[in-house]
Nanobody, 128 residues
Framework: QVQLVESAGGLVQAGGSLRLSCAAS????????MGWFRQAPEKGREFVAA????????AYTDSVEGRFTISRDNVKNTVYLQMNSLKPEDTGVYFC?????????????????????WGQGTQVTVSS
């Protein structure tokens, strides 16, 4: 049984930092591209970041480029999202997701429908 378990999010002031982690089990972790998505209140789910199976390639949505860093540890079967210079518009439920490797094309890694497994989500709230 595949499980993706995100760490607790939290409440942080604008300009602050937060690090999310997502521990995976029940799958061959290195066979999967890992992504982070988020959903703000009354909005659809959006892509945030993705990392290739070996960590060599990363991609970000424009609004977080330069502020967020995605990384992974294939020994610990864990993916991380370091979020710096947080803004109120970063508020939302953050989900990690696993996509079976099939190349690291931007148009595919941003498509949530191509991710087979999802975590339960964790709330991040940034106050102004």
């Amino acid at each position: 049984q595949v499980q993706l378990v995100e760490s607790a999010g939290g409440l942080v002031q604008a300009g602050g930092s937060l690090r999310l982690s997502c521990a995976a089990s029940g799958l061959t972790f290195s066979s999967y591209t890992m992504g982070w998505f988020r959903q703000a209140p009354e909005k659809g789910r959006e892509f945030v970041a993705a990392v290739s199976w070996n960590g060599d390639n990363t991609a970000y949505t424009d609004s977080v480029e330069g502020r967020f860093t995605i990384s992974r540890d294939n020994v610990k079967n864990t993916v991380y999202l370091q979020m710096n210079s947080l803004k109120p518009e970063d508020t939302g439920v953050y989900f990690c997701a696993a996509k079976l490797n099939g190349g690291f094309l931007v148009r595919t890694i941003k498509n949530g429908r191509l991710y087979a497994y999802w975590g339960q989500g964790t709330q991040v709230t940034v106050s102004s």
